[in-house]
T-cell receptor, first 113, second 113 residues
Framework: NAGVTQTPKFRVLKTGQSMTLLCAQDMNHEYMYWYRQDPGMGLRLIHYSVGEGTTAKGEVPDGYNVSRLKKQNFLLGLESAAPSQTSVYFC????????????FGPGTRLTVL | AQKVTQAQTEISVVEKEDVTLDCVYE???????LFWYKQPPSGELVFLIRRNSFDEQNEISGRYSWNFQKSTSSFNFTITASQVVDSAVYFC??????????FGKGTTLSVSS
């Protein structure tokens, strides 16, 4: 089992460019999440999904869109990247929400110039 | 509203010292879950422990122990006889019955030889 994988691992964008981060999990988990990690801020929830075809906003959703067309994949899109979106992005999945362990991907380091 | 506070931003110890990482949480729910994650310098997030609000038993796993006290809304983590490999950022997190994780800002532990 690969667990949770993220593509790409690193990316540099110019302001205004767009990109999509891909998260894939092979554990048949219903729930998937996107977090961002900034220095001194911990991890903050961007968007999450409770199942195929459903998404919901988290704590810091502005500037991002997501899609969950397949159960195993959760895509995070930046339509017009801004320097404030420079961060490390983590995807996670869990079988149930709430009190169950979330399994995290290795992270994507994004720099927006 | 949910909140997790890790008041210690950075801690430095010498090998073999014991160290306690503090975590204080806020929630209005009676059912909730507490977690600790470790983030070593390589960047991945490693799950350490999960505790539900109905289980106040302390837990010990090797050199690691956790003290959960509902009366003070705390879930502290102690490393006994610290080692250089324990150097990492440690995150405490909280979730309620059907929510994603709310993370504290993390405590950076540096263990020197």
């Amino acid at each position: 089992n690969a667990g949770v994988t993220q593509t790409p691992k690193f990316r540099v964008l110019k302001t205004g460019q767009s990109m999509t981060l891909l998260c894939a999990q092979d554990m048949n988990h219903e729930y998937m999440y996107w977090y961002r990690q900034d220095p001194g801020m911990g991890l903050r929830l961007i968007h999450y999904s409770v199942g195929e075809g459903t998404t919901a906003k988290g704590e810091v959703p502005d500037g991002y869109n997501v899609s969950r067309l397949k159960k195993q994949n959760f895509l995070l899109g930046l339509e017009s990247a801004a320097p404030s979106q420079t961060s490390v992005y983590f995807c996670a999945s869990s079988s149930v929400a709430g009190g169950y362990e979330q399994f995290f991907g290795p992270g994507t380091r994004l720099t927006v110039l | 509203a949910q909140k997790v506070t890790q008041a210690q931003t950075e801690i430095s110890v010498v090998e073999k010292e014991d160290v306690t990482l503090d975590c204080v949480y806020e929630t209005r729910d009676t059912t909730y879950y507490l977690f600790w994650y470790k983030q070593p310098p390589s960047g991945e997030l490693v799950f350490l422990i999960r505790r539900n609000s109905f289980d106040e038993q302390n837990e010990i796993s090797g050199r690691y122990s956790w003290n959960f006290q509902k009366s003070t809304s705390s879930f502290n983590f102690t490393i006994t006889a610290s080692q250089v490999v324990d150097s990492a950022v440690y995150f405490c997190a909280l979730s309620e019955a059907s929510t994603a994780l709310i993370f504290g800002k993390g405590t950076t532990l540096s263990v020197s030889s």
